[in-house]
Each structure stands twice: as structure tokens, then as C-alpha cells.
């Protein structure tokens, strides 16, 4: 939402180099005939994935649901000089009235290496607009956790909000705050998708998110959104460490939409990599924080038609 390097959650990076950024305009000097479908085409994806946004900003929710997180870090080739402790605001994931910041920190040991994996349980309370997240944890790294063990801080990035992740680009209410591009359409498996750009209009803001999103064709859902770090904010930070490696910056993140509920989709994977490529091809990975959500339960799922789902 996307929703990062060290520090910044699910959200948050998305391609970067791995994707060669952004995929750019239609090429010029295209005959005139062909933007006006173009644009009547937009217009009709960005109508209906609006009223998805519709229905899930103002749908009632609480299910709980698994939530595995991976996590690797590696500062070894850090300078020694680095400051012991830098906290940056990277990127939000921010629902309409509601917010949550990706954060960016730097961690000054040299030779500081841990993987770590964590088990929550992970419940999502969504009523009148309010929304409250709560995760306990069962395991780290293998081990059962004591009860009322507070969930740890994460090392790379921080994640939140990722349901919600759809309405900072889609909603009617950030209209104004983007330019959308309809890139075309595309099958995956069964499903048929279109794939939409969204860039922020003001940029250095990390509110501001941008990306690709892959909407479903039928019912317009959001099945994925490949998050651009460049909108994250401070992305400078990245391109500066590039330069200290000698490498070029490949950063990535992504989150995908694979459960679906009463015409609601909601999270199975937040993914989001910091990576750099040296002149000899190899590619060193400094933080990688992986999020695998499984085994809903729904109690409540109730949109605009009053509809109500336990299971």
C-alpha cells in the first residue's frame, strides 16, 4: 500500500530496474483515430474499478487469517561510517481516513546477516469506516512463542493496510492526485485483466503512491499492483547506496490479491526486495522481506447490498 529498503512495509518498493520502470506513452506520432478509443476505454475501467473502491471502502469486514513473513538482511557491505540510526518515512499505504507509513532504516554494522521467519495470527476489524489490525505471534523461527509476546520490529520493511491498498490509487477521492494509462489488456491463466499505470501527479510525497495494477475484467477487483519505488519518497537514499556498491539499484515489491470473498479480494502475498547489480552481472541482495497471507476465516463480510457472509 506498497507500500522500501531497510525499513518500510507491506506495503511497500516496486520495480525498478527488474522491470525497467514504468512502461513509458504510446509512441508518438501515432495515428489520431486510435487515442480516442484509447480514452473511452480508460474512462470505462477507471468507472468500474472506482465502484470496487466504492464497495470496499464502505464494506464491514473482521476475518482473521495466517500470516508467514519471511525476512532477510544483509548490511555487510555497509560503510562502517554510517550513521548508527537513520529512520526515514519511505512510502504509505494509505486507505480513504486512514494511513500507514513504509519506513526506510539504516543499520550501521558492517557485517550484520539475519534471516528471520515469523507465524501471526492476524486479524483485520473493519466497521463505520474505522479500521484496527492485530497480530499475535505464534512462532519465530520454528519455536512457539510465550504468550503476549509483542510482535517484534521488523529489520527491512514494514507492512499494513495492505487490503485497503487499492483506494490510495483508484478512489474518486485521489483522482485529482493521479494521471491513469491504460496499458492493455492481458490473460493470466483463466482470467482476463486489464492493466492499468498510475503515476502521482506531485511528486517527492511519499502519501502519493504509484504503480501497475492488474484489474479483473468482469467485476473490475484488483488482482495486483507492482508498486513503483521511485514514488516511495527518498528514493535517493537508494540511489546513493548504489553508488557506495558500485552497483545499479534493483528494488521491487508487489502485492497480490488472490482470495476472494463476496466480490471482495483480499491479500495472499506483499513482497518487496532490495536488490543492486554490480559490473559483473551478480546481483546482491540487502533486504528482502516476504509476506504470505493463508487460511481466512471470514466472521463478517458485508458490502453496500447488506450482505452477510460467516464462515
Request: glycine share 8%.
Amino acid at each position: 500500500m506498497r507500500k522500501m529498503i531497510l525499513k518500510m512495509p507491506p506495503a511497500l518498493l516496486i520495480i525498478l530496474c527488474a522491470s525497467g520502470g514504468l512502461i513509458g506513452a504510446g509512441l508518438a506520432g501515432q495515428e489520431t483515430p486510435q487515442a480516442q478509443p484509447d480514452t473511452f476505454q480508460l474512462g470505462l475501467v477507471l468507472k468500474s474499478a472506482r465502484e470496487y473502491c466504492a464497495r470496499l471502502e464502505r464494506a464491514a469486514l473482521d476475518f482473521i487469517c495466517l500470516e508467514e513473513v519471511s525476512e532477510t538482511v544483509n548490511t555487510s557491505r555497509d560503510r562502517r561510517e554510517a550513521p548508527v540510526k537513520q529512520v526515514t518515512s519511505f512510502a504509505s499505504v494509505s486507505g480513504y481516513g486512514n494511513s500507514r507509513e513504509r519506513q526506510l532504516s539504516f543499520n550501521s554494522r558492517p557485517d550484520a546477516k539475519q534471516n528471520s521467519d515469523y507465524l501471526y495470527d492476524y486479524q483485520f476489524i473493519r466497521r463505520e469506516g474505522k479500521v484496527e489490525e492485530k497480530r499475535v505471534l505464534l512462532e519465530k523461527n520454528g519455536k512457539k512463542a510465550k504468550d503476549k509476546t509483542p510482535p517484534p520490529q521488523m529489520a527491512a520493511f514494514n507492512f499494513a493496510d495492505i487490503l485497503l491498498a487499492p483506494i490510495q490509487l483508484l478512489d474518486e477521492h485521489y483522482q485529482e492526485y493521479y494521471s491513469y494509462k491504460l496499458l492493455g489488456r492481458e490473460k493470466t491463466g483463466d482470467t482476463e485483466a486489464w492493466i492499468l499505470e498510475v503515476a502521482p501527479r506531485l511528486t517527492g510525497f511519499s502519501r502519493y503512491l504509484g504503480g501497475r495494477i492488474w484489474i479483473k475484467v468482469g467485476d473490475s477487483s484488483v488482482l495486483r499492483i507492482e508498486w513503483d519505488p521511485t514514488t516511495f519518497g527518498h528514493f535517493e537514499a537508494i540511489l546513493a547506496r548504489g553508488e557506495s556498491y558500485k552497483a545499479t539499484p534493483e528494488v521491487r515489491s508487489h502485492s497480490e490479491f488472490g482470495f476472494e470473498k463476496n466480490g471482495l479480494r483480499f491479500p495472499s502475498v506483499d513482497f518487496t526486495e532490495e536488490a543492486y547489480r554490480g559490473a559483473d552481472g551478480k546481483s546482491f541482495v540487502r533486504a528482502r522481506t516476504s509476506v504470505v497471507y493463508k487460511d481466512y476465516k471470514f466472521f463478517t463480510v458485508e458490502t453496500e447490498s447488506a450482505v452477510k457472509i460467516r464462515s
